[in-house]
């Protein structure tokens, strides 16, 4: 691709910030930012990638590995900062959710060992288990909300606080996983994923693809599943006290 082309392709960004604009949004500036952010985040990427790729040491693939987590929990646990100890709750949910169904396909051959395979295929598991942390973390904090009054009587009449959460605990994690669902359910139809798509502009067998494309989705849907359990299960709780009562989450 020419550099000339990629530019013209801001154009659809700027469009956006018209929309934006015109509609009184007040998105512009985030737009704006987050676009050049994603420029240069990429720009480094390229040139760090190119330095890994010539590595061969797990500690190594471990530690971008741990730091993708961090940096993933940062912006994850900012969609329910208003829950005490939301950045942790994120960590933990993107760690487990992120390493158990990666650990499992690395163990079964479906994930080579080797940087070429276990960072780009990384990113993309910690970037998924971070969506579904943000959405549920997001909708807790608003069924909360939500449900203060309902919540508050349960407990008054004896409730426990898990039974008293119920209500909010299953919209959270269903929330969690729409994305995934929703992808799941128009593979193949409304889009082409990235690694087929990817696998069969470089030459390969569109069966080949195939495959290889079940298996990562068959991992992502266990990574959004698992963390938005953990997640929620973490984060309900710090939404109440000592005392059993419930928190006012404030922004």
């Not at 990235?194 to 390969?204: D, L, N, Q």
Request: glycine residues 10%.
């Amino acid at each position: 691709m020419e550099n000339q082309a990629l530019v013209f392709s801001y154009i659809l960004v700027m469009g956006t910030i018209g929309l934006s604009w015109l509609n009184q949004m007040h998105l512009e500036k985030e737009i704006i930012l987050s676009s050049l952010r994603a420029t240069g985040q990429l720009i480094v990427a390229g040139f760090l990638l190119t330095v890994i790729f010539e590595i061969e040491q797990i500690e190594i693939f471990s530690f971008i590995l741990l730091f993708m987590c961090l940096v993933a929990a940062r912006i994850s646990g900012g969609r329910g900062k208003e829950i005490p100890s939301s950045y942790s709750i994120a960590f933990v949910g993107i760690l487990i959710g992120s390493l158990l169904p990666f650990t499992l396909l690395c163990i079964v051959g479906v994930i080579q060992m080797g940087a070429r395979f276990m960072i780009p295929l990384g990113g993309m598991v910690i970037g998924n288990s971070m969506k579904a942390s943000s959405v549920a973390l997001n909708r807790l904090v608003a069924e909360v909300g939500h449900q203060r009054s309902q919540i508050e009587t349960l407990l008054s009449l004896g409730a426990s606080v898990r039974q008293a959460a119920r209500t909010v605990i299953t919209p959270a994690i269903k929330a969690g996983l729409i994305p995934t669902l929703d992808t799941m359910k128009s593979v193949g139809l409304v889009h082409l994923p990235g690694i087929m798509t990817g696998y069969i502009i470089a030459g390969g067998d569109p069966m080949t693809a195939v495959k290889f494309q079940l298996a990562i989705i068959y991992m992502l849907a266990g990574t959004s599943g698992l963390t938005c359990l953990v997640v929620t299960l973490m984060a309900y709780k710090k939404c109440f006290n000592k005392q059993l009562q419930l928190r006012l989450l404030e922004s």
